[in-house]
T-cell receptor, first 110, second 111 residues
Framework: SQTIHQWPATLVQPVGSPLSLECTVEGTSNPNLYWYRQAAGRGLQLLFY??????ISSEVPQNLSASRPQDRQFILSSKKLLLSDSGFYLC?????????FGQGTRLTVV | GQQLNQSPQSMFIQEGEDVSMNCTSSSIFNTWLWYKQDPGEGPVLLIA?????ELTSNGRLTAQFGITRKDSFLNISASIPSDVGIYFCAGVKTSYDKVIFGPGTSLSVIP
């Protein structure tokens, strides 16, 4: 069966520091991969999605970037974090329309 | 852009009561999805609907794909405390399109 791993679960980073969140999927090939962000008590905002290795689409202009170095690995990065980057970051995968989410990373920028 | 609306925005109900919530759009979708998010966790898929008029159950949960293809409904019968969370609807036009999520309905169950 397919599983998705996302780490770390929580992260506290100072303003201006770099960021790297990693997500890996097991048990499937060539999945669509997604990064979402969720502000406290709010809905899901799609940040990036990828339909294959090296193929990244960005949904909103922002301080973040994404990369897909391997078929089942999706990385969210930033060179310099802003306070506004705080939030709950969710990775998801799909082969069919329905995305399946990881456990999320709670990022607090201080 | 495409938007989904969910109502109500939040609900406070007594344990044992039935719950109804809905999701509407000005656009037609070919797939409707319902998710539940527990606090601090990622959303979990509850029900997927693929055909207009389809009625699908998952335990005490029942969801329907609206005939107009512009709405969907979720009912929870005999609510229990573990039903607490945020319920998201999502719509998909085709397998090649992005999934569009609604803003969520927050459910609180009073024991």
């Amino acid at each position: 069966s397919q599983t998705i791993h996302q780490w770390p679960a929580t992260l506290v980073q100072p303003v201006g520091s770099p960021l790297s969140l990693e997500c890996t999927v097991e048990g499937t090939s060539n999945p669509n991969l997604y990064w979402y962000r969720q502000a406290a008590g709010r809905g899901l905002q799609l940040l990036f999605y990828s339909v294959g290795i090296g193929q990244i689409s960005s949904e909103v202009p922002q301080n973040l970037s994404a990369s897909r170095p391997q078929d089942r690995q999706f990385i969210l990065s930033s060179k310099k974090l802003l306070l506004s980057d705080s939030g709950f970051y969710l990775c998801a995968w799909s082969e069919v329309p329905a995305p399946f989410f990881g456990q999320g990373t709670r990022l607090t920028v201080v | 852009g495409q938007q989904l609306n969910q109502s109500p925005q939040s609900m406070f109900i007594q344990e044992g009561e039935d719950v109804s919530m809905n999701c509407t759009s000005s656009s037609i979708f070919n797939t409707w999805l319902w998710y539940k998010q527990d606090p601090g966790e990622g959303p979990v898929l509850l029900i997927a609907l693929y055909k207009a008029g389809e009625l699908t159950s998952n335990g005490r949960l029942t969801a329907q794909f609206g005939i107009t293809r512009k709405d969907s409904f979720l009912n929870i019968s005999a609510s229990i405390p573990s039903d607490v969370g945020i319920y998201f609807c999502a719509g998909v036009k085709t397998s090649y399109d992005k999934v569009i999520f609604g803003p969520g309905t927050s459910l609180s169950v009073i024991p």
